[in-house]
Each structure stands twice: as structure tokens, then as C-alpha cells.
């Protein structure tokens, strides 16, 4: 999802992406630190651990699936351009964080591989689930108003 046109329409969908980005950062930043804050069972505070938070990561996964689920339906659907640079690219593209899996996927595996690899395996396959259970979910229904 990468904005198609140039010049003033180029930097309008880059005002829109930017603005999108930033509301999607918050709300990862938010709803990952509830998840994390309802987690019972802090992280030893080791060379792979942080000690503020929990020893598998919750709350990353949690906004990956949901990203998935919500850009699975964005991506289903008939969306003006400027609307989807705002949600898929802005919003969800921040929301979803690929690196912080990378990152706390190699901590999970250095304390337990087998947690490390069960969380690799959970996001990969609970998140291309959510996202096709988007895109389905995004298509009208028979006899449905459009």
C-alpha cells in the first residue's frame, strides 16, 4: 500500500499516512501495555528479559492478530485510497510490529526454545487466520443492504 501519485497528491497521502501512522503507534502502545499489565508473571530480570515485562509477549501478539484481522478486512474491501493509506498503511501498519516480534521471538527462544517456537508458530498461524477471517468478514452478505 504505497501512495501511486505524485506531487501534492503524493503529500497529502503522506500527511494521511503520518497522521495514521501515529494514531496506530498509540494504540499499539496502549493495548500492549494493558496486556501486558494483566499478565501474571513478571520477567525474571535476565540478559534476555526485560524486567517490566511478562516472559512471553502477550501484548505484542494481541495487537498482531488484531492487525491482521483488521487489515484482512481493509484489504477486502472497496476503500477509497486516502482512507486505506490512513488505515492500512497509517493506522494498521503501526499498530502491527513485525520487529518487536523479531526481537521478543529470539528473548522467548533464548529462556525456552520450545516457547520460542510455539509463539513464532502462534503469531504466524493465529495471525493469517485473522486475516482471512478479515477479508471474509469484509465481503457483503447475500440480501444485505450494500
Known amino acids: 500500500m504505497t501512495p501511486t501519485a505524485a506531487g501534492a497528491s503524493g503529500g497529502r497521502t503522506a500527511l494521511v499516512v503520518a497522521a495514521g501512522g501515529a494514531v496506530g503507534?498509540?494504540?499499539r502502545?496502549?493495548?500492549a501495555g494493558v496486556m501486558n499489565g494483566l499478565v501474571v508473571g513478571a520477567c525474571p530480570?535476565?540478559?534476555?528479559?526485560?524486567a517490566t515485562q511478562p516472559a512471553f509477549p502477550w501484548?505484542?501478539?494481541l495487537v498482531n492478530v488484531v492487525g491482521?484481522?483488521?487489515l484482512g478486512w481493509v484489504a477486502g474491501r472497496q476503500v477509497?485510497?486516502?482512507?486505506?493509506?490512513?488505515?492500512g498503511t497509517g493506522v494498521l501498519g503501526?499498530?502491527?510490529?513485525?520487529?518487536a516480534f523479531a526481537v521478543e521471538a529470539v528473548l522467548v527462544g533464548r529462556r525456552s526454545p520450545l516457547e520460542g517456537i510455539?509463539?513464532?508458530g502462534v503469531t504466524l498461524g493465529v495471525g493469517l487466520a485473522a486475516a482471512r477471517l478479515g477479508q471474509r468478514a469484509s465481503r457483503p452478505r447475500p440480501g444485505a443492504p450494500s
Open 25 to 27: 503507534a498509540l494504540l
Open 29 to 31: 502502545w496502549q493495548l
Open 45 to 50: 530480570a535476565t540478559a534476555s528479559c526485560v
Open 59 to 61: 501484548g505484542t501478539l
Open 68 to 70: 491482521a484481522l483488521l
Open 80 to 87: 477509497d485510497p486516502m482512507r486505506r493509506a490512513f488505515l
Open 94 to 99: 503501526a499498530f502491527t510490529t513485525f520487529s
Open 118 to 120: 510455539a509463539y513464532v
